[in-house]
């Protein structure tokens, strides 16, 4: 039987600095074991996460931010931050590093089959509504979902992920993008402003739409009233929760809301379910 | 469920004989504390006349620190060498939160192998407290002093002897040699639970308890019940039913390693932006109580605390869980909104 606690080895295969800052940089890993290569395309949807794992710096819990049909591999955007997230930004193209996943329940795609999806992401917390994005914009996913409309902020245009992909969907008429920037800069195409005040100003209709939210602490707590004076009902509203982890299976404890581990029952909750849960995000 | 009964000086003697062929953990006396240790001198066992080990039997299952995998380039998980050993003499509250803890790391996707090997590999004999402590509670959550959850054999002692309940085929496989009790024997038993039971608290009022801690979260309540606590952790430490963990590397050793961890601690939920779910003692202290008597009861409709009394009795400042569940019933909190 399979020791849930032991990462499986991985190589990195690309690097991909993605902010002019250089603290966010995308970690492209290949399988080294045939096994947990099929073993793991089996079981991911898009908005599960992996333990990542570097011995003798621990592990970090990290959202998956490619899509199954781009290719054999996983990516991660990371941002550099403590410990383990320093070491990982240290490492080359070739070096191994260990695995654990795919971990929580990702978003429930196939109940959404038919609605329109608002896709809302700020910073770098895109990274998992960027691979459900792409998931669903594969010539074999789309037909399935109806308008598809992407609302993502950054603090200034060098910290916006994933640059020439998203460049591309501008141009795309299967997806409607809006791009947001604290504060103006020159040559700026799209809105200036926060999340929340820019939403609000796009003003989505809630009809058969569900609204999918990802972002810093402080966006969500404000975005969330702007969706719900929109008339977007809490259980048609998704957002995914972070929180420290260590096993991620649910074993060790620290990850609970009430009843809940965020590891293993999310991460990704209606805010109906976060409703029904003590207040302690 | 079989009922036999043995001496205590054939007891004593069936010990000895176990030892030959198991690993035996009992009771021993180290420096006027008792802990469960494998026995190599089977004299050193104590048997009668103590209310419960200072550390909990579930650091036979999952010790405070153990060695999950081995480095070389690649993390290797460490080989199953369990054998077939005997756990004499814990208590039934401490084997009542064996079945939680077997709950808590035991799913069907991801079960702990760790746990489950240990916990396979062990007979359970268990010992029925005839003289609760003062600190002792497990009437009022659903345990007695004669429980027999999650054990194969439970002994009661009876004078001179022991009344020897044998519940599950392991059990019957140890104590086959041993005479049936008889039925003045039996009644004798009975009377004597009856008489301790009797003593015991009352239970409590789970799913009450469970909606009233529920309304208590975003009050004042927490502030006041927390408000001598050192943040010391020694209540999960040495409490039975507590599972929390950390994963660290030992890099000299090279070896990833889990040790016991606690919701007292500011570092465990902490997260690496700075932010912390509960960064002061008042939500920690909250953490701990809704997670076994309302989370717990959210699960598997059963309260998470098994009634030791350890969290009592060791608490250097007196934090009393009991006094906590009883203010919270009388929804002390109320009228204490933030």
Redesign the interface.
Known sequence: ?K?????F?MHIERIVIETTDTTLKSFELTFDREADRKDFFVKYNPGQFCQL?I??????PIGIASAAWEGDFVRFTVQK??KF?SAIHAMHVGD?I?MRGPLGNGFPLDKWKGMNILVIGGGCAFSTLYAMTKHILHPSHRADYAEITALYGTRNSGLCLYKPVIEEWHNRNDIVVHQAIDVPEDNWKYHIGFVPAVLEEMAPKPDNTVAVLCGP?VMTKFTLPILTKLAFPPERIYTSL???M??G???????????KYVCKDGPVFTLKELQEL???? | MQAKWISKKELKKLLTAWTKHYLVYAPIDNDHELAFQMVKEPARIVVDGYSNTRYPAKSLFLPQSEV??K?D?????VENTEKEKILFGIRPCDAHAMQLLEH??V?V?????YWKQKRESAIVISKACIAPEETCFCTAVGGSPFNTADSDVLLVEMGEDYCVYVLTEKGISLCKELPDAEDTQLQAVKKLTKKVVGRMPVLLPKQELHNAL?AS??TEFWKDVSQSCLGCGVCTFLCPSC???????E?VR?E?V?NW?T?MFRT??????G?N??PTKV?RTR?RI??KF???V??IDEIGCTGCGRCVKYCPVNIDIREIAEKALHREFEGMKK
């Open positions: 039987m020791n849930c606690y032991e990462p080895p794992s011995f003798g710096k621990g592990e970090a931050l403590g997230t191994p260990g602490p972070e929180k420290r260590k096993c299976v649910g074993h060790c404890g620290r990850c609970n809301i009430g009843h003590p207040n302690e995000i | 999950l995998m480095y380039g690649i993390l290797h998980s808590a790391l799913d996707e991801n079960p702990d192998l529920m979260f975003e599972f929390c963990f950390d994963i660290v590397d890099t090279k990833r889990r961890d919701c465990y939920s902490l997260e690496a932006s932010h779910p509960r939500e953490q809704m997670h309302a989370y717990w959210d699960l």
